[in-house]
């Protein structure tokens, strides 16, 4: 999945579900929490320019994608978690829909046209403010390849999965998910297993 | 619905489900549009201290609401659509889940205690970057009242719904698509009615 670094204002670095790296505390720049003017809750804000770092939760979209019976899996280039299998995901762009945006996804990671026919789950990881919309999508024709975040893009049976080797919790839950519904038309999407906050 | 002013870093407020207001462009803080190293994305930066201001899609999060037949809806004290009705709906806060949003708004809007039952609805309004998870929910008991953002809260039956006074096409949406599913208890989630984008 992506690992554009993220959004706390380039202090601080948040990688798709997961690690959190500090990436230096700037003596410039948005540095002081207080409550604007009209607002209710502490905002990080430049003492210099009053400029406001607003935060919100991110949204990622993705797919769990199968040619027949068998899912398209790509290997990470990138950290965290590079080495690791994920399904193609990552942050949800402005001004595209989560459809749009989960092809474009394929496309980046695995170079794959796919065809999305059903909302299969969200996920929410409240830790990092994050929320995960994953569709279940289908490959029309065999055709994919690495893109630039991946080493290698495999199809596998559910029984080659290399489960042990799966970069993130909500990739675990995506694919068993897929199975539960598998060839059902119509299905209320999935939430995070019980108890399961996403926490590697 | 909520208005809480949104996002673009102070230089430009986005106002829920609607208008956008400048409000100034400053000399100082992020102003200069360029793509930082590592990225592939043209960011809002700031010359001076090179902070740079991400910006993300935004989620709303909120409900039908029922208690019986009725449905609960809440008079907009506050722009955009002051006066008009609304169901209970506005941003999703940082380390929360959706469905914790969605509860929340109820209390701020309606001081109602509400009880999820199924997601309704994902709308998405790609011209000003926002995803609106909407659920079906009902009210145990027919406790409620005008929170800070209301003039006014009500119960009204389908027929006595005010449609001539409806805040946002979403309610719209959210309102019919409620009745499609009424009673059933399990269903896809719906998306925006074809070729609608959510403009005003």
């Known amino acids: 999945m992506s690992t554009r670094k993220e959004h706390k204002g380039g202090y601080q670095t948040t990688y798709f ?10 003596e410039r720049g948005p540095r002081v929490r207080r409550v604007p003017s009209g607002d209710s809750v502490e905002r990080l ?23 027949g019976d068998k899912f398209l899996l790509c290997k990470r280039s ?17 001004h595209e829909t989560p459809l749009d945006g989960a092809k474009r996804e394929a496309v980046e990671e695995a170079n794959a046209a796919i065809e999305i026919d059903a909302l299969l789950a969200i996920y929410t990881i409240p830790r990092i403010s994050q ?12 055709h994919f390849s690495p893109g630039p975040e991946s080493t290698d893009v495999g199809l596998f049976s559910w029984d080659e999965i290399p489960w042990q080797e799966i ?24 939430t995070n297993p019980e108890g399961a906050t996403g926490t590697l």
């Open 17 to 26: 579900d997961g690690d959190t790296v500090e990436t230096g505390k700037g």
């Open 45 to 67: 804000v430049c003492p210099e320019c009053n400029f406001i770092n607003y935060e919100n939760p991110l949204m990622v979209v993705g797919a769990v994608v199968t040619f």
């Open 78 to 94: 990138i950290e965290p978690r590079a080495g690791f299998w994920t399904i193609p995901a990552g942050y949800m762009e402005l």
């Open 131 to 142: 929320v995960q919309m994953i569709y279940r999508a289908s490959l029309p024709e065999p």
């Open 167 to 190: 970069a993130f919790p909500t990739v675990h839950w995506a694919l068993n998910h897929f199975q539960e519904v598998r060839g059902q038309s119509a299905f209320a999407p999935f």
